[in-house]
C-alpha cells in the first residue's frame, strides 16, 4: 500500500484496521450471532484506483468504504435476529455450514450507470461480494435497501448460482432433411454452338434465345493450328507481365499488422479470462488417487463441478450420507476470486491407491463442453476450446 496517499493510508490505519474503529465492532457482533466469521478483504491499491476519480477528496475514501461495510454487517445481523426472517436465515445457514472460512470482497465497479452498491455471494468461494461503483456514494438509507434487496435475491434458485448455459447447434429432423434433399439447386443456362459464328441461349425451358452478345472464343494456344483462310503470324508478339505499382497495394492482399495491448489496458482477470479474448485451456490428470483439472475458464469449471455435485453417488454406509467423491474447487494462487482447479478425491480417502477412473470427465468435456484434445500420454491431457461456447 504504499503507492497509496497518505490521507488514505492513515484512514486505513485508524478507520479500518484498528481494533476500536466500529467496522470492527460490527464483524464481531454479527460473528457472536450468527457462529461464522466474514472477514473482510479489500485491496485497496486496486479499490482506489478505479474510485479515485470519484473522491476530490482523499481523506473521504476510506470513510466511504467503511459505511458501506458497516451497512452489510448491519443488515446482516438485522435480518438474523428478525423472527421474520427465520426461513431466509435457515437458506443463509445451510449454504454457509459447507465451508469454515467466509470472507467479504469489497471491489470497485467499472460500470458507472450503477447508482449504488451491489452485493452478491458465492458458495463455492466462500465469499460474498460488495461492488462499487463510479460515481459519488450515495446516502446510508439508499445503501441498506439496496443491500436488503440484494439480500431477497440471495435464495432466488435453490441456493446455489445460475448455471452457466452451453448453446448448442440445433439437431436436424427428418423433416427438414427431406426438404433440403428435394429442393434442387437452381439450374444454370446452358450454352450450346450452332456453327462457328452463331451463338445459342438455351433457358430453363429448353426453348432457344438469340444472345445478344456472343460469348468470347475459348483461348487457345499458340501451336494450335490457326482457322482456314488465315496464315499464322510467324512472330507473335510476347505478353508483356503485369505492371504493378510499386506503392499501391490491394487491401484485400494486405496483412494489417496488430498491436500487441498494453498491460495496464487489459480487463482485469475475472473478466479477461471469460470472455473471447483469450482461448481456454485445460488438464486433467489421473496418475495419482484423486483427478485434478486445471482449467483457465472458470465457468467450465463451475458447470463441471455443479454437474458432478447434482449427479453424485451417495454412501449410503455413511451416516451423514454424504457423497462417495468429494469435489472441491480451489480459488488461483495467480489473481485474486478467480477459480482455476478442481480436485476429485474419494470421500474416504485413506486406503485408496487405485486411480479414479477419467473417462466420464472427458467424455463430458469434449462432448458437452466442446473441448478438443491437442495431447496425452494416457495419464495427462491437455485439451483447448475454439471459441468459447460457455
Known amino acids: 500500500m504504499s503507492d497509496l496517499p497518505l490521507k488514505i493510508r492513515v484512514g486505513i490505519r485508524d478507520q479500518w484496521e484498528s481494533p476500536r474503529a466500529p467496522i470492527a465492532t460490527c464483524i464481531d457482533s454479527l460473528a457472536k450471532t450468527l457462529g461464522y466469521t466474514i472477514s473482510p478483504q479489500i485491496q485497496w491499491s486496486a ?26 454487517y448491519g443488515r446482516m445481523l438485522s435480518r438474523i435476529e428478525d423472527k421474520m426472517m427465520a426461513d431466509w436465515t435457515d437458506s443463509l445457514l445451510d449454504g454457509m455450514m459447507k ?20 452485493l452478491t455471494w458465492d458458495e463455492d468461494r466462500g465469499s460474498f461480494k460488495i461492488e462499487i461503483p463510479k460515481c459519488k456514494p450515495p446516502g446510508n438509507s439508499i445503501i441498506e435497501a439496496g443491500f436488503d434487496e440484494d439480500l431477497d435475491a440471495l435464495f432466488a434458485s435453490p441456493y446455489v448460482l445460475s448455471e452457466p448455459t452451453i448453446p448448442l447447434p440445433p439437431i436436424p429432423t427428418q423433416a427438414s432433411t427431406l426438404q433440403s434433399s428435394a429442393t434442387p439447386p437452381p439450374a444454370l443456362p446452358k450454352i450450346v454452338v450452332d456453327g462457328a459464328d452463331d451463338w445459342t441461349e438455351v433457358n430453363d425451358s429448353g426453348e432457344p434465345t438469340s444472345a445478344s452478345t456472343p460469348p468470347s472464343p475459348p483461348s487457345k ?33 494486405q496483412s494489417p499488422t496488430k498491436a500487441r495491448p498494453q498491460s495496464y489496458g487489459l480487463q482485469r482477470p475475472t473478466k479477461l479470462f471469460a470472455g473471447p479474448t483469450v482461448n481456454p485451456v485445460m488438464t486433467i490428470d489421473a496418475s495419482g488417487s484423486r483427478l485434478v483439472v486445471h482449467c483457465s475458464h472458470e465457468a467450465t469449471l463451475q458447470q463441471l463441478g455443479k454437474y458432478l455435485n447434482r449427479w453424485a453417488r451417495i454412501d449410503y454406509n455413511d451416516s451423514l450420507k454424504r457423497p462417495m467423491l468429494t469435489v472441491q474447487m480451489i480459488e488461483s494462487a495467480f489473481f485474486d476470486d478467480v477459480i482455476d482447479t478442481i480436485v476429485i478425491e474419494p470421500t474416504y480417502s485413506r486406503g485408496v491407491t487405485e486411480p479414479l477412473n477419467p473417462t466420464f470427465i472427458l467424455s463430458f468435456v469434449e462432448g458437452v463442453l466442446g473441448y478438443k484434445e491437442e495431447y496425452t500420454n494416457g495419464l495427462r491431457w491437455i485439451l483447448k476450446l475454439y471459441p468459447i461456447r460457455i
Open 47 to 72: 479499490l482506489y484506483a478505479t474510485l479515485k476519480d470519484s473522491f476530490v477528496d482523499q481523506g473521504m475514501f476510506v470513510s466511504a468504504v467503511c459505511r458501506i461495510g458497516i451497512a452489510f
Open 99 to 118: 465451508r469454515e472460512t467466509w470472507v467479504l470482497k469489497i471491489e470497485g465497479h467499472e460500470d458507472a450507470s450503477t447508482q449504488r452498491p451491489l
Open 221 to 253: 494456344s499458340l501451336d494450335a493450328d490457326p482457322p482456314s483462310g488465315r496464315s499464322p503470324n510467324p512472330n507473335p508478339p510476347t505478353p508483356s507481365p503485369p505492371t504493378q505499382s510499386p506503392t499501391t497495394q490491394s487491401p484485400t492482399t
